[in-house]
């Protein structure tokens, strides 16, 4: 028995050795192939440094005032494309899940038509968008909304798959209509879930929101960009500065959340 230990365990080993000369490989390859320099890199280092020293140190917040619409304007776009998305991707979950959608065919053309979404990237989405409503606020919010949309209704879907058929079942075989079915037996059991999973979109959103404002949907994102185009670096990194604040502050309020929710 110990000699079978040893051997599964040398097995083992020596799978954890090839996977990682593979990784190490791929990596390499990807090096070579993309034509990267790392000694260029290094010698530019101290360039980029200095750069970033000269220009953009100390940060300008005299204006800042002005821009506190924009940073609002921010903080709402994922808000509403965080819930409104969240709302919405909760009901395609459940046509995605086993658990509450029998019918095959239509489970399957909600997975792919969420597929497309999901896998579509938000800046992508905003610049599709741009030539339908131009530049402005409508255009950062749907392609927030286009893209969390099909990250939460597969994590919603995949929530729902884990819980257990045993208590649902019994629900439906004690004769339960379907809303007594998910009020519940589904609800209680996927709503820490969905907390979990909404908040993290959320994080997510605020970095996202300010990207956005780079392809011109409005928010603190426009204003870095214009700031750096007009080569007002000392204003536009009061704006990263305030970006970066807002990004932990964030982070620090969702984690306290999700600590009084688990």
Known sequence: MERANQLIFKEKKRQNRVFLFGVIAVVL??????????????????????????????????????????????????????????????????????????????????????????????????????????????????????????????????????????KLEALKSSGASFMQVLVHGLLPEFIPSWINWTLFSFEINIRASAILGMVGAGGIGIMIQTNIRLFKYHEAFSLIIVLVVMVLLTEFVVSQIRKKVS
């Open 29 to 166: 390859f990807s090096f070579v192939y993309l034509d990267v320099n790392i000694l260029e890199i290094i010698v530019a280092l101290p360039s980029f440094v200095q750069f970033i020293v000269s220009h953009f140190i100390p940060a300008n917040f005299k204006n800042i005032a002005t821009y506190a619409p924009l940073i609002l304007e921010t903080i709402l776009f994922a808000v509403v494309g965080t819930y409104f998305s969240a709302f919405l991707a909760f009901f395609f979950g459940l046509l995605m899940s086993e658990q509450t959608n029998p019918i095959l065919p239509l489970r399957m053309f909600v997975r792919i038509c969420i597929s497309l979404l999901r896998n579509i990237p938000v800046l992508v989405w905003a610049s599709l968008l741009v030539y339908i409503f131009g530049i402005g606020n409508m255009v950062g919010l749907l392609a927030l909304i286009f893209a969390t949309i099909g990250f939460l209704s597969r994590s919603y879907a995949d929530s729902i798959d884990e819980i257990g058929s045993t």
